[in-house]
């Protein structure tokens, strides 16, 4: 009897410790007990959404499918991808050339869905460069980076690339002031009021194309424009601007640019600005900036510096440009779906101010101002003043909308996302985000059309969220549903570099548009082989082009000699599948750059310059086949000034002696 | 009974193993698994002659004079998409020489398995019987019906009819 009891109590032991191993220590009070079916995709199902992730440091694009916080894609943008012979293929070089030579790198902030009507198309995304000022286009049928123009007159691309309703222009206001580039710009730093200003870049997405040009710049006082968004609905017409550091100090800005109560929202008249240009108000510019754009025809970049543009003045131009206050540093400069509502979310400020778009437009034409800043007139606070949400939470940043007249608001100081209603200013829920939450998402949320359902929290700091991985962890991003009047949370999932703004759209605005090979036949590549009958080595001097197809499993030609110390090879690869997911890659030994990676019915090339006498194996990196392993051959290289001829071939003893030009 | 036993087992071994508590039991699951079942298709419903797809042998019509421009263009068009793996020989390249091909299948499977390789891949013993011996499946190369029907051509020109 006394044995059974002790049985029994074990037995209980054990049951009690297995149940606590299985239930997670952080979590448990935050969510609920359906989240994992809420977020359960089952094997070969698709996510209903998809969600674009800046990100951040990495300089890349990340695509997240929703609500599995399954990672689908890693876009290269701005920083060079070894993986995918991004910036260091030769047709891809280019796309990342500036006017400061190439550029490998940079912090990619925001994305920014095309938009017609106010609501998104699935045409293109756009990210901003915040380091080396650009806004890139990628192309929502292939994913792909196609198009990147530098911004001139710039310090930084911080208040980009957001865009007006309807994709008309992608706007780029720079964060750091500075001298204007054809200014002489070796000035005292402390010359600032004096010498450095803002510009505001207005540029032009083609309706079909989708191409990009700077139609014209609007010249500002030296401040630093953080983050703007386009007016919509009523307000469209108008772009809104955050702007800080309105003390215009140079130097620990930490302190010195947290002097004054209040900054300011700069409130644009982009329609009055482009009445202005066609009037011929636009100043002449000589400036030096890339505009780099990718062909999928010849599967190949070009990059070409441009050296003008149009500067209108904000001052000597009355009427394009108003300031007015906002309380402490605003960061987050937010646009409701009907365009009457503009949240403003200072980051030192203890209340969120909402200001009327039909208040501000009254107070112009009332001159309800408050003297000028630089020229640029003041309106009064409480002119354009809707109403202030109080208390609530600590460094609001940034806002996204549902369909249901509701805000949210992403609190960095007191970690934790904020509902509120935006007829009310009444806060009807708070969470808390793991950790320190700094930009969100609702699926929709920037559009006239919200769709609401999914908000998403991207978060600074992760610490215990995930096991740990040694001082560096990766960052993380926290699904919420919406759907109710509580937040509830769903999923933890991680993110890779920084993740700042991202979009979420449904994915059948998307997926049915998404390309599935490049047609061989169309391929107009200068050096493309349209099957193995167009494959040959080709001497010009020093340089070497190798004409080379790739398809399951073989290269061709697989066998090369007659290459010299000396020699620039050149490896031009076509994958002659014609199936989706079917790409080659290709590396050969000692290639100082990347490997390839080419897709069905494209071309790439690989330079390679051989450093050592002897045999240098190459072959496919992307398993493709069972006699994947197959896929391989060697370049004989032989000594500077060697005869030996050039010889290739591929299942052939004599390969074939080669064309020489 | 006995694949139930085991079956049992491996759930139990699966709940302990979800706690992070018990032991794990890997090996068994490896060991009953059932060799790979080929999916071959019902004889009752599938027809090896024609194989699946599209084309019938009333909708080809094809006739016993060859079109010669047809089977030029049905060249320039292997060229680019076929002739990577296959010889215009008996030999084998990486998929079957097409030597004789005309002769050993019908026109509407011909035309039927280079158009829609992925499910004939899946079911037809003849083209099962190829990918156990070439070991890599022939692609959709993704031809127009117009290339599908000139490359057809080219392997009836390349079989000798005139």
Known sequence: ?661 | MKTRTVLASIMIAAIFSSCGGGETKKTESQTTQEPAQSMVADPATYDPKRGEGKYTAESLALTTKLDEAQATTGENVSNVKCTSCHKMSAEKLVGPGWKGVTERRTGEWIMNFITNPDPMLDKDPEAQAMLEICLVRMPNQSLSDEDARAILEYMRKNDGLK
């Not at chain 1, 090979?517 to 010009?540: D, L, Q, S």
């Not at chain 1, 073989?554 to 090879?569: A, C, Q, R, S, W």
């Open chain 1, 1 to 661: 009897m006394k044995n059974l009891i002790k049985i029994v109590a074990v037995t209980g032991l054990i049951a009690t410790t297995s149940l606590q191993s299985c239930k997670p220590k952080d979590t448990g009070n935050a969510v609920s007990g359906d989240a994992g079916i809420k977020t359960y995709v089952a094997p070969g199902k698709y996510d209903e959404i998809y969600n674009f992730v800046s990100g951040g440091f990495s300089g890349q694009m990340s695509v997240y499918g929703l609500p599995s916080g399954r990672l689908l894609r890693v876009i290269p943008v701005f920083s060079v991808d070894p993986e995918k012979g991004w910036g260091y293929s030769e047709e891809t070089k280019p796309m990342l050339n500036t006017s400061h030579g190439m550029v490998p790198w940079d912090d990619l902030h925001h994305v920014q869905l095309s938009k017609t009507n106010g609501e998104y198309d699935g045409k293109w995304v756009f990210g901003n460069a915040n380091n080396t000022p650009r806004i890139a286009r990628i192309d929502l049928t292939t994913f792909r980076t196609q198009e990147i123009i530098e911004i001139p007159n710039s310090g930084g691309n911080h208040s980009s690339p957001f865009i007006t309703e309807n994709t008309e222009y992608v706007v780029a206001g720079t964060r750091f002031s500075v001298p204007m580039d054809d200014a002489n710009g070796d000035v005292a730093i402390d010359t600032y009021k004096e010498n450095f200003k803002g510009t505001l870049s207005f540029i032009s997405v083609g309706k079909e194309d989708g191409k990009m040009d700077i139609a014209f710049q609007i010249k500002c006082p030296g401040v630093n424009f953080d983050l703007s968004r386009a007016g919509k609905g009523v307000s469209n017409g108008w772009f809104f601007f955050s702007c800080y550091n309105t003390e215009q100090a140079n130097t620990l800005l930490e302190v010195n640019a947290s002097q004054r109560d209040k900054d300011f929202i700069m409130a644009v008249n982009w329609k009055k600005a482009e009445e202005y240009l066609k009037a011929g108000k636009g100043k002449k510019q000589a400036v030096r900036y890339a505009h780099n754009t990718y062909n999928e025809k010849t599967h190949s970049a070009t990059s070409e510096i441009k050296t003008e543009v149009i500067v209108l003045d904000s001052k000597e131009l009355k009427d394009i440009c108003y300031f007015i206050p906002c309380p402490k540093s605003p960061h987050g400069c937010d646009v409701s779906p009907t365009g009457e509502y503009i949240v403003a979310s200072g980051k030192l400020a203890a209340v969120i101010p909402v200001f009327s778009y039909d208040k501000i437009i009254k107070a112009i034409a009332a001159k309800s101002f408050d003297g000028e800043f630089d020229g640029i007139p003041v309106i009064k606070y409480e002119s354009a003043l809707y109403g202030e949400v109080k208390k609530p939470g600590l460094g609001p940043l940034h806002t996204e909308f549902d369909a249901d007249g509701n805000a949210y608001t992403s609190m960095f100081v007191s970690s934790e996302v904020v509902k509120w209603n935006i007829k009310e200013l009444k806060v009807i829920d708070r969470q808390p985000t793991f950790y320190s939450i700094g930009h969100l998402c609702v699926v929709g949320g920037d559009t006239k059309k919200p769709t609401g359902k999914y908000l998403i929290a991207y978060n600074k700091i992760t610490k215990d969220r995930y096991l740990p991985t040694g001082p560096e962890l990766s960052q993380s991003a926290q699904l919420f549903d919406i759907s109710g009047e509580k937040m509830k949370l769903l999923l933890d999932f991680p993110t890779i570099g920084e993740p700042h703004y991202a979009q979420a759209v449904l994915a059948d605005v998307i997926k049915n548009k998404s390309l599935k090979m490049f047609k061989i036949e169309e391929n107009m590549h200068p050096y493309v082989a349209k099957g193995e009958k167009e494959t040959k080595v080709v001497r010009e001097g020093k340089k070497v082009h190798v004409y080379m197809t790739a398809i399951r499993s073989h290269l061709t030609p697989d066998n090369i000699e007659g290459i010299k110390m000396g020699d620039e090879v050149y490896f031009h690869v076509t994958n002659l599948e014609q199936d989706w997911d079917v790409p080659h890659g290709f590396a050969i030994k000692g290639a100082d750059n990347a490997e390839l990676l080419i897709m069905p019915g494209e071309t790439q090339t690989l330079k390679w310059i051989p450093t050592k006498v002897g045999i240098s194996p190459m072959y496919c990196t992307d398993f493709c086949s069972a006699l994947h392993q197959e896929m391989t051959g060697y370049v004989r290289v032989s000594p500077a000034g060697s005869n030996v001829p050039i010889k290739f071939g591929t299942g052939v003893t004599t390969p074939e002696v080669a064309a020489t030009k």
